[in-house]
């Protein structure tokens, strides 16, 4: 029996929630994110940027009505890395399933 | 939310419950299909009362749709400026709505130039092809419902003459628009509430 390794970048807690958001809409406020994870605007601003390091997000800061606004987007290599983090958790959870 | 290690059931977990609260963010306040619902249900039922008692104010009645446009416009302004993110579905439904109202747009214009019998039919098909996909897309009952009959009332069109006509648009704004959008606007409501 093989299990596939989990992606450490996913395999975190307020990353893999930012992620789960992510990939459920075309893209989303810091904000949004912030209230939906109910994380504190330093910890989550430092998950963004290892996401967006590791080439899963793509950060957009721009001016609305004079305020800064940082946008989110989950980027295709983002996409896919999360497909396969969830095949590896599969893979976890049912050991005797194909493949 | 600090937790670094997780457990493949949490990390499961985790993922259900962020796409449902994904998910479930998106509400429409219904304020677009109430006011589209009021102007085409007044035009059709304004221009049913010139025909049945003979008089003319003027300027054709239908012109309000353009009026109506402005305020359209300033709402999706507004919301764009507001939103905290966009969702696919919500993509996916201004396309399809541009395109009806593309669509009614030509088929004015074809009106107008060719002057063709029954269009009125053409205009109740349409009503009901982007009223039924939102509703199914969002599976909202009212809507479906609501597209199904723009279609039952396409086919009754095709045998009454146009005075007759119009009232069944008037009844189509009502089933597919105002109708459901009061229920949608009761329903956001509710839930701003909770």
């Given at each position: 029996?093989?299990?596939?390794?989990?992606?450490p970048?996913?395999?975190?807690?307020?990353?893999?929630?930012?992620?789960?958001?992510?990939?459920?809409?075309?893209?989303?406020?810091?904000?949004?994110?912030?209230?939906?994870?109910?994380?504190?605007?330093?910890?989550?601003?430092?998950?963004?940027?290892?996401?967006?390091?590791?080439?899963?997000?793509?950060?957009?800061?721009?001016?609305?009505?004079?305020?800064?606004?940082?946008?989110?987007?989950?980027?295709?290599?983002?996409i896919?890395?999360?497909?396969?983090?969830?095949?590896a958790?599969?893979?976890?959870?049912?050991?005797?399933?194909?493949? | 939310?600090?937790?670094?290690?997780?457990?493949?059931?949490?990390?499961?977990?985790?993922?259900?419950?962020?796409?449902?609260?994904?998910?479930?963010?998106?509400?429409?306040?219904?304020?677009?299909?109430?006011?589209?619902?009021?102007?085409?249900?007044?035009?059709?039922?304004?221009?049913?009362?010139?025909?049945?008692?003979?008089?003319?104010?003027?300027?054709?009645?239908?012109?309000?749709?353009?009026?109506?446009?402005?305020?359209?416009?300033?709402?999706?302004?507004?919301?764009?400026?507001?939103?905290?993110?966009?969702?696919y579905?919500?993509?996916?439904?201004?396309?399809?709505?541009?395109?009806?109202?593309?669509?009614?747009?030509?088929?004015?214009?074809?009106?107008?130039?060719?002057?063709?019998?029954?269009?009125?039919?053409?205009?109740?098909?349409?009503?009901?092809?982007?009223?039924?996909?939102?509703?199914?897309?969002?599976?909202?009952?009212?809507?479906?419902?609501?597209?199904?009959?723009?279609?039952?009332?396409f086919?009754?069109?095709?045998?009454?003459?146009?005075?007759i006509?119009?009232?069944?648009?008037?009844?189509?704004?009502?089933?597919?628009?105002?109708?459901?959008?009061?229920?949608?606007?009761?329903?956001?409501?509710?839930?701003?509430?909770?």
């Open positions: 029996m093989e299990f596939k390794e989990l992606d970048i996913l395999h975190s807690q307020l990353r893999l929630a930012v992620v789960s958001l992510l990939i459920s809409v075309r893209e989303a406020e810091f904000t949004f994110l912030k209230e939906k994870t109910n994380s504190t605007a330093g910890n989550l601003s430092v998950q963004i940027n290892k996401l967006k390091d590791a080439g899963y997000l793509d950060v957009t800061k721009q001016f609305n009505n004079n305020y800064p606004q940082t946008i989110c987007k989950i980027t295709k290599k983002g896919e890395a999360f497909e396969e983090y969830v095949k958790l599969q893979s976890y959870m049912n050991p005797n399933g194909s493949e | 939310m600090q937790k670094d290690t997780m457990n493949e059931s949490e990390s499961l977990k985790l993922i259900t419950e962020m796409i449902g609260k994904a998910k479930s963010s998106y509400h429409s306040s219904g304020t677009g299909a109430i006011m589209w619902g009021i102007v085409i249900f007044f035009c059709s039922i304004f221009d049913f009362l010139e025909m049945q008692f003979h008089f003319y104010i003027g300027f054709d009645i239908w012109w309000l749709m353009w009026v109506a446009l402005i305020p359209q416009l300033v709402m999706v302004f507004k919301n764009s400026k507001n939103k905290k993110f966009v969702s579905e919500e993509t996916t439904m201004s396309y399809v709505w541009s395109a009806f109202g593309a669509s009614i747009l030509m088929l004015m214009f074809f009106n107008g130039y060719y002057r063709p019998s029954h269009s009125e039919s053409l205009f109740l098909m349409l009503f009901g092809l982007p009223t039924f996909i939102t509703g199914g897309m969002f599976r909202f009952k009212p809507m479906i419902v609501g597209g199904m009959i723009c279609w039952v009332l086919a009754v069109s095709l045998y009454t003459e146009l005075k006509n119009l009232l069944l648009m008037a009844l189509a704004a009502l089933s597919a628009w105002l109708i459901p959008g009061i229920i949608l606007r009761k329903k956001c409501k509710t839930e701003a509430q909770q």
